[in-house]
């Protein structure tokens, strides 16, 4: 049918007609094909034009009916598909006996019945290769078996969180109320609950019941609240509840620790392992001879022995105690040892090798964030207006700022004192003595006999008396007569051990330098290994 010439062929190359022999006329033609008869004296642009347009509609005709049958053949595959009960039962059943082949299905599908295409679709194009998703099968979606609960006794261990008590602790195990309340009260009399810091730890023995509506029963709980102490409560056969308590044997132990100084010898300390109480003691005990701001310099090292307790399942006790130290400065230059030591009638505190004590008799300055505003001498007084000895040294400061001891002695004037304003003056012995002026007021408890230690607060900076501002005047007097106080504190002699207590001392000196080649290493040590101890 493609294939039959055109009218302008036939007009073209049919013989020649008689025109005396009456024609039967055409039918009338549209008014386009008159116009194309009109244009027969171009045949070759026209026809060309009208074969093309003909070649391209008709060319398109066979890919519309095949996607029509495409989308016939899967909507019947769709309908198939979900007739089936199952994806398995398909592929488990076995195939119709009369069902035909693949391959005749391939060679003839004009030939197949409607009700037939579903089997040859199953065939030549299996339900997994669909574009489209499968539909769900109308079956009863599984259900998951519930969780098996936990029954019998079990064993757990939990930490307090901040806010946390064991009440509420126990409560969110679902412990029933009566039970909670018998447990803490017999706990009460063994442990401060309110003092169970955060991070406690808390161990239970539980019995879940096997019915999951019954609450489950606390049958033991250990807290150990001290590293020395351990408190257990357990439930008896009737329900109650009692405690016992267990002390831990605690032992000695000698730790030594060193390393180089690369940031800060706070910090540096800290990663060779040394406690925050130790490191403490030893900046004190430094303190008199090495400014740590300025004297400290990275490659200095530093070394300690420490004296700390544990338990004997190994838990320490305290955080240890300080028995010798050792700090190198200026690269090697000037080197520090410190060794602990009580002396018959004084406090225990901290001894050079020579037997001085590393506390001076008296303070550089009585206060802290100061400046010296007006020196030692002579000077104009600022409102007598006239000049005169200035006996003391000032140190300005803001008003409240708290007045230090420079040293032990006793409270001898505690008072107003004419243009000192409120006024203290404390004998150290040896002919020191030491007066502060123009307190704002007088510490609690500060009056005359008074014993004072070094460092003690005696007052608070003020403005009283013949005074321009708020400022502490302080005087140094040695056997009587006003000194430099600055010079004076400067050289302050040390209290220096003598006879059985210098003998002790040096005991206690061989005994500590032994210990320290002997004594455990650290666990956190520096990087510098050369600084032992």
């Avoid at 998951?144 to 064991?166: F, I, N, S």
């Avoid at 000895?389 to 409240?400: E, I, L, S």
């Avoid at 008072?415 to 002919?431: A, L």
């Amino acid at each position: 049918m493609f294939d039959q010439p055109s009218s302008t062929e036939n007009l073209l190359h049919s013989p020649p007609t008689n025109p005396s022999k009456t024609q039967t006329p055409p039918p009338a033609e549209p008014q386009a094909a008159n116009d194309w008869h009109r244009t027969a004296a171009r045949p070759t642009l026209v026809e060309l034009g009208g074969r093309r347009a003909s070649a391209v509609a008709w060319s398109g005709l066979p890919f519309w009916l095949s996607g029509l049958a495409f989308m016939a053949i899967v909507g019947w595959g769709v309908v198939r598909y979900h007739d089936r009960p199952s994806p398995d039962a398909a592929l488990e059943a076995p195939p119709p006996e009369d069902a035909p082949s693949a391959s005749s299905t391939v060679a003839s599908p004009p030939t197949l019945e409607p009700s037939e295409w579903s089997v040859a679709l199953d065939q030549v194009m299996p339900a997994p290769a669909l574009a489209i998703p499968a539909p769900p099968v109308d079956l009863p979606p599984p259900t998951d078996p519930a969780p098996p609960q936990a029954t019998g006794p079990y064993k757990t261990a939990v930490r307090l969180e901040t806010g946390d008590t064991v009440s509420s602790v126990l409560h969110d195990f679902g412990f029933a109320r009566s039970e909670v309340a018998k447990a803490i009260a017999a706990l009460a009399s063994h442990i401060r609950m309110r003092r169970l810091p955060v991070g406690q730890a808390l161990t239970l023995e539980v019995e879940a019941p096997d019915d999951p509506q019954s609450p489950p029963v606390l049958q033991a709980l250990t807290i150990r609240p001290e590293a020395r102490r351990q408190i257990t409560l357990e439930r008896g056969e009737e329900g109650t509840y009692g405690v016992k308590e267990k002390i831990f044997a605690t032992m000695s132990k000698l730790q030594r620790a060193a390393g180089a100084v690369t940031g800060s010898l706070i910090a540096s300390a800290a990663s060779a392992g040394v406690s925050r109480a130790a490191l403490a003691e030893m900046l004190r005990a430094f303190s008199w001879d090495v400014n740590f701001q300025h004297d400290i310099k990275a490659g200095d090292h530093f070394a300690v022995l420490i004296d700390r307790s544990w338990t004997e399942d190994g838990r320490p006790v305290d955080a240890g105690r300080l028995l010798w130290a050792r700090l190198t400065t200026g690269a090697g230059r000037q080197t520090y040892s410190v060794y602990r030591f009580k002396p018959s009638s004084g406090r225990e505190f901290f001894y050079n090798d020579k037997g001085e004590s590393v506390v001076k008799a008296l303070l550089r300055t009585p206060l802290n964030l100061s400046r010296v505003s007006s020196t030692f001498g002579m000077r104009r007084h600022p409102l007598l207006g006239f000049t005169r000895m200035h006996t003391g040294v000032d140190f300005a400061a803001p008003p409240g700022t708290p007045i230090l001891a420079a040293g032990d002695g006793q409270v001898v004037e505690a008072g107003p004192n004419g243009g000192y304003g409120n006024w203290v003056k404390i004998s150290h012995g040896g002919g020191l003595a030491t007066g502060y002026a123009h307190m704002t007021r007088i510490a609690r408890g500060i009056r005359r006999s008074v014993h004072v230690h070094q460092g003690q607060v005696i007052g608070f900076v003020g403005s009283t008396g013949l005074s321009t501002g708020p400022h502490l005047h302080f005087e140094l007097h040695r056997n009587g007569k006003p000194v430099n106080p600055l010079t004076v504190a400067r050289t302050a002699l040390r209290a220096r051990l003598v006879g059985k207590d210098l003998a002790r001392f040096k005991e206690t000196v061989a005994r500590v330098d032994r210990a320290r080649h002997e004594a455990e290493l650290l666990e956190a040590q520096a990087d510098d290994t050369d600084a032992t101890p």
